[in-house]
């Protein structure tokens, strides 16, 4: 499958599902397509260097589930065929521009549209809706566990990719073909 076609059918597939649920939250046919459109769209535009990468082409599960926990542990690979799809990889991963600072700005006007909606609810004598609350706790996951998470986890990765290059040279070779193309 070529790399246009795996961005593409990963927007897709994130869209149907966020216009799903935003079709099933607001009740309104609308807000599911025109929210799916523009979130797979988004999110295709944003992971294209992830989700197009071809870093694991040519390695078994075995292999691929060996690069993926060196880089979670942000240690360098020691075997020197696997050293160039860790740094391919990680550079696929750290190409994607998620901002700390960025998503947090999002979260938290989540959370405060969240919140505007359940307040405005009860002033009006209403129990806030589910999206409502819904919006305030995803927002509190994302802004308090998810992103710091997410902080630590890319800093590993980085660490692993300088550490694979420090022992295997800037530009480690393997046996690996490199997949870009």
């Known amino acids: 499958m070529s790399r246009i076609a795996r961005v593409v059918g990963m927007g897709l597939l994130t869209g149907l599902l966020f216009g799903a649920a935003m079709w099933y939250l607001n ?17 295709a535009a944003l992971m294209r260097n992830l989700w197009g ?18 880089m979670r542990r942000g240690e360098p690979m020691d075997d020197p065929e696997l050293a160039r799809p860790l740094v391919e990889q990680a550079s696929a991963i750290l190409a994607v521009p998620f901002s700390h600072m960025w998503l947090r700005i999002v ?3 989540m959370f405060a549209l969240g919140a505007t909606g359940g307040i405005l609810a009860l002033v009006d004598g209403r129990t806030p809706g589910w999206s409502s ?31 694979t290059e420090s022992r295997w040279g800037g530009h480690p070779t393997g046996s690996h073909q490199s997949g870009i193309g």
């Open 107 to 109: 979260f938290g006007l």
């Open 133 to 163: 609350v819904f919006l305030v706790l995803f927002a509190l996951v994302m802004i308090f566990v998810v992103v710091p998470a997410n902080g630590r986890q890319r800093a590993r990765i980085a660490q692993s990719k300088q550490a």
């Open 53 to 70: 990468s071809r870093a694991f082409k040519g390695l078994d599960r075995v292999q691929r589930k060996r690069v993926l926990r060196t």
């Open 27 to 43: 009740d309104d046919i609308w807000a599911g397509v025109i929210g799916g459109v523009a979130y797979g769209g988004v999110m």
